[in-house]
Each structure stands twice: as structure tokens, then as C-alpha cells.
């Protein structure tokens, strides 16, 4: 059996009915986890779930939303009734709000804050409540961003929320060792979704970031996959507390070797 072998493990994908959660969520069917995702939309949930069963049967969906601590503690408990654990928490659930920081709303600004970082914080602290007491601990995996080690222009509660993504998973990480939870995140680069599609595809934006990325594209969803599952998996059993970036080399570049004219 191979250290990256996730086949049995219980998981939970956040935000896991669209987007990239989804992508996250049905890899992790293919590569034998059980898989449960959740999200607000009932409707979304009951397709995912249904494309997820046909990937493997035991994969289930349920209506929750992580800024709702009574709705996930409930969906966590009916997991762990069934499954008799739960492993693995993917937290991929996120929002975004494009609009000069100048002009944003408080109310646009407590949205993003609320879903993204408080989300994390309220998922990530049931999760740990339940792995804290399997002999085997757990692993969470939480889906930050390229935003949360710099500044972006238009989307400062998005990146603000990020970057304390990236620092919830540091010292969630430290302080759960104790108890065998290993917690890291992933920062995905630039991958097209119904999130930011229309912020990048065929924009001035966009084509800056293609330019800037050293392998000269966007990401595939399903190339998050591998770095979920190492990071889930026995074969990154001495890591903990790391961001790491999936964006093509973007982080890395300072001039890229083909700058627009």
C-alpha cells in the first residue's frame, strides 16, 4: 500500500458542489476516499452528490453552511454516526468580491470576511473536536490563496480573509499536534472557475497573470487534486502547518521570461 493511499478514509469537502471544491471533492471519490460534501444550496448538493455515487456509492451531500456552527456540528455528527470517523477535512468552501477597496461596503466586506475566514475558523474547530479524539487524530486541508501572500488590486476582503487563512492553518496547526491533527492549506494560482471567470477569461487581468505565470497557462481544477491527497495522505505525515502554492510557478517569478510587448 502506498504512503499517498487515501482509499477508505472518511472525508468532508466544504463548499465541495461547485468549482473547485467539487473538482477537490470528486478526485478524492476517484481516488477511493469516502466522500461527503456540503454547501447552502440544496439543490447543487443533491447533483454533486449524485455525480459522487457514481464514483463510489458510500459518497453522501448534505445542506450545511459554515458560518453556521449548529448546521455543520450537525452534519460532522451524522458523518461520524455513519462512518464511525471522520478523516479528512477539505475546506474549499469561499466566496470573492471584486470592487476598489475604497468604494466596498461594509456589508460586501463582512460577507467575504464571514464565509472565508470565519467559515475556516468554525469548520476547522469542529473537525478538530472530532479528530481530536480518534487514536489516529486527522488531517484538514484549507484552500487559501496566491492572495494571501500579496496584495491584489479589487479584492481586499478576498485577500484579507486568505491571508488569515493561511495564518489560522499555522497556528491550528501548532496547536493541535498534540493531538495528532495535522493541519496545511493549498494556494491555488490562477484556475478558471464560475468564482473568477469572468474577472480573468479574455481580460486585461487575466492575460497579465498568464504572462506572469512561468508555465504560461491557467490551472486545471483537477490538478489541485494530487496536492489534496498528498497532503491528506500518510505520505505527508511530518508535515504540518504549510501553504503550498499550486499556481504554475507565479509565486517564484519576478520577470518572466516572456513579457508582453
Known amino acids: 500500500m502506498s504512503n499517498f493511499d487515501i482509499a477508505g478514509r472518511v472525508v468532508l469537502v466544504t463548499g465541495g458542489t461547485t468549482g473547485l471544491g467539487r473538482s477537490i471533492a470528486e478526485g478524492m471519490a476517484k481516488a477511493g476516499a469516502i466522500v461527503h460534501i456540503c454547501s447552502r444550496d440544496t439543490a447543487k448538493v443533491i447533483e454533486a452528490a449524485r455525480a459522487l455515487k457514481q464514483i463510489n456509492t458510500q459518497c453522501d451531500g448534505y445542506t450545511a453552511d459554515v458560518t453556521d456552527q449548529e448546521s455543520l456540528v450537525e452534519v460532522v455528527d451524522e458523518i461520524v454516526e455513519k462512518e464511525g470517523a471522520l478523516d479528512i477535512l477539505v475546506n474549499?468552501?469561499?466566496?470573492?468580491?471584486?470592487?476598489?477597496?475604497?468604494?466596498?461596503?461594509?456589508?460586501?466586506?463582512n460577507r467575504v470576511i464571514n464565509i472565508n475566514q470565519t467559515g475556516t475558523f468554525i469548520s476547522n474547530q469542529i473537525a478538530a473536536r472530532v479528530m481530536s479524539k480518534q487514536p489516529k487524530g486527522g488531517a484538514i486541508v484549507n484552500v487559501a490563496s496566491l492572495a494571501s501572500f500579496m496584495g491584489w488590486s479589487w479584492v481586499a476582503a478576498y485577500g484579507a480573509s486568505k491571508a488569515a487563512v493561511m495564518q489560522m492553518t499555522e497556528t491550528f496547526a501548532v496547536e493541535w499536534a498534540q493531538y495528532n491533527i495535522r493541519v496545511n492549506a493549498i494556494a491555488p494560482g490562477l484556475f478558471p472557475t464560475d468564482l473568477n471567470r469572468s474577472m480573468i477569461e479574455g481580460t486585461p487581468r487575466g492575460t497579465w497573470f498568464k504572462h506572469h505565470t512561468p508555465m504560461g497557462r491557467y490551472g486545471s481544477p483537477d490538478e489541485l487534486v494530487g496536492a489534496v491527497i498528498y497532503l491528506s495522505s500518510d505520505a505527508a505525515s511530518f508535515v504540518t502547518g504549510v501553504t503550498l502554492p499550486v499556481d504554475g510557478g507565479y509565486l517564484a517569478c519576478g520577470v518572466p521570461s516572456n513579457p508582453p510587448e
Open 92 to 109: 474549499a468552501a469561499g466566496v470573492t468580491s471584486r470592487a476598489p477597496a475604497i468604494d466596498m461596503t461594509l456589508d460586501e466586506w
